[in-house]
């Protein structure tokens, strides 16, 4: 189908522009959400008729959206999530999640639409995040996942807390070895008690 778009988008084109789509791509997606109209003779000359207020508004729009850049851009937000020993949640952080912690530090402009997220997060650790504030705008946050405050703190630093936890766990007890010892018998710590026992 070819479409008039209203406004930038990637990999598709700029305002004005004249383009070939899927069809169900323009039924679904950008035909009801006001981002193309058909093209025809009809919606050409209804275009090129209010072309300068659509720019207009355009403009206006990325002025906003490049204020709010300014407080939004490298912004870093802490989720605390429940995960198991080796890092896995119990779930996943979605788009919602990070919209909600980002309207919670203030930034109402922030929609579900804005954030680009490949895959939902599934593990530990701290993540890059996009937010296309305007088709022309983007900025990247950054996703903290940890379990507590604390361990954010750390992530924070640059610390990889799943490779420290192992570390811990292969440097955990380690049994006392005797070389006299008969098999099954329990080492002793000090060498008097094995002196009095050779004696006896």
Known sequence: MEIILLERIEKLGAIGDVVTVKDGYARNYLLPNKKALRSNAANRKVFEANRA?????NAARRAGAEK???????QQIVLIRQASNAGHLYGSVAVRDIVDALHADGHKIVTKAMIVLERPIKTLGVFDVRVNLHPEVAVT???NVARSPEEADLQKDG????AQMF???????????????????IAREDAEATEDQAEA
């Open 159 to 162: 610390v990889d807390v799943m």
């Open 141 to 143: 946050i950054t996703v």
């Open 167 to 185: 570390e811990k766990d292969e440097a955990g007890f380690t049994e006392d070895y005797d070389p006299n010892a008969e098999p099954g018998e």
């Open 53 to 57: 207020k659509i720019e207009a508004d």
């Open 68 to 74: 709010e850049a300014g407080t939004v851009d490298g």
